[in-house]
């Protein structure tokens, strides 16, 4: 991995030790805007980490301290998650600058090479369980749609990095129906919060269902929401 030292002077101090992995797309024309204005003082952002699209990565804050890239956001009952995570900005133009016919920019494999190598460090030097890798719109459904729903998360988990149940694997599971309840605890066991469950809804589809991101609670969504939550039961569950 080829790391670049490249500081911001966007951080504070945590108030928190480190237990959550936020990937983000930096959503902007060029890898350069992104790190410029992430070493902009006036911008206060920041990121620890930003990976570019050859696989060249970018240090800009140390992991002791408290970078600026989650905003307001929650997940499994935490918030202040810039005080608990490490962010990755990952060089993708996204949902506002996409390619000729709106379709979304891929992420190159050097790419998501050098993401997968940062990552599984950063879990282990954390320790950070599986359920705690996100992405920043599993964090603030209402706000953020990044690393977009063209983001790798399969094979990130096929790698070790995050949870990702293949969907094939809940065909034999049949949703039952008449449990209004159900669909929240899902999310929430999950780590969604509730504030707009829509939002919620379309920030899992963004990740677990990424062909159908219509905020629609359908059937097939149902049996896929069923699933991963069993998935994130199943797993070494966050520290009090
Ligand atoms: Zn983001």
């Avoid at 879990?123 to 953020?144: C, E, F, M, N, T």
């Avoid at 929240?184 to 809804?201: F, K």
Wanted: net charge negative; hydrophobic share 40%; aromatic share 6%.
């Amino acid at each position: 991995m080829r790391l670049e030292e490249t500081p911001s002077p966007n951080h504070d101090d945590r108030r928190h030790k480190v237990d959550l992995l936020v990937l983000h797309y930096t959503g902007m024309e060029t890898g350069q805007a992104a790190l410029d204005r992430m070493r902009d003082p006036e911008a206060k952002v920041s990121a620890h980490y930003m990976i570019w699209e050859d696989g060249r990565v970018a240090r800009l804050v140390e992991e002791s301290r408290r970078a600026w890239h989650a905003g307001v956001s929650t997940w499994q009952g935490d918030d202040d998650l810039n005080s608990r995570s490490v962010g990755i900005e990952i060089v993708n133009g996204g949902h506002d600058f996409p390619l000729p016919g709106k379709q979304l920019p891929p992420y190159p494999d050097a790419q998501i090479e050098a993401v997968i190598e940062l990552s599984g460090q950063i879990l282990l030097r954390h320790s950070i369980p599986q359920v705690r890798v996100v992405g920043h719109s599993d964090i603030a459904p209402l706000r953020k749609i990044d690393p977009g729903e063209h983001f790798p998360w399969p094979r990130l988990a096929q790698a070790g990095i995050g949870l990702w149940p293949p969907e094939d694997a809940g065909a034999g599971c049949v949703w039952m129906g008449g449990d209004p309840g159900g669909l929240n605890r899902q999310l929430a066991a999950i780590g969604y919060a509730l504030a707009d469950v829509p939002a919620a809804l379309r920030a899992f589809q963004r990740r677990f269902l990424p062909d159908a991101v219509t905020g629609m609670a359908d059937a097939r969504t149902l049996r896929r929401l069923a699933h991963v939550a069993e998935a994130y039961a199943g797993t070494s569950s966050p520290q009090a």
